[in-house]
């Protein structure tokens, strides 16, 4: 079992800026894949950006250039700094755990990203 804990969303006005943080209960390192994922209301669950292998990076077309994801191997943290942000990125913000050999995964409890004026 994996034990993930989000945290840092909140209510920011359009082009301003958020850091998510979503704590592992071991090393984020030890995972094939981590990641962040965004869900709005009555919408699917989307992936905004993914660290896989090493250092594979991918973002979402929605946030390039303004979303980067990094991890810290000392804090066993991964971050989404988020800049410019728009109301259109306004969700629930998820965090995801992907195991080695295995298609096991583990899901925080999300963080609420809210972006108004």
């Known amino acids: 079992q994996v034990q993930l804990a989000e945290s840092g969303g909140g209510l920011v006005q359009p082009g301003g800026s958020l850091i998510l943080s979503c704590e592992a209960s071991?090393?984020?390192?030890?995972?094939?894949?981590v990641g962040w994922y965004r869900q709005a209301p009555g919408k699917v669950r989307e992936m905004v950006a993914t660290i896989s292998g090493g250092d594979s990076i991918n973002y979402a077309d929605s946030v390039k250039g303004r979303f980067t994801i990094s991890r810290d191997s000392n804090q066993n943290t991964l971050y989404l700094q988020m800049n410019s942000l728009e109301p259109e990125d306004t969700a629930v913000y998820f965090c995801n755990v992907v195991m080695h050999y295995s298609t096991d995964n583990y899901w925080g409890q999300g963080t609420q990203v809210t972006v108004s004026s």
């Open positions: 071991r090393s984020i390192f030890s995972f094939r894949r």
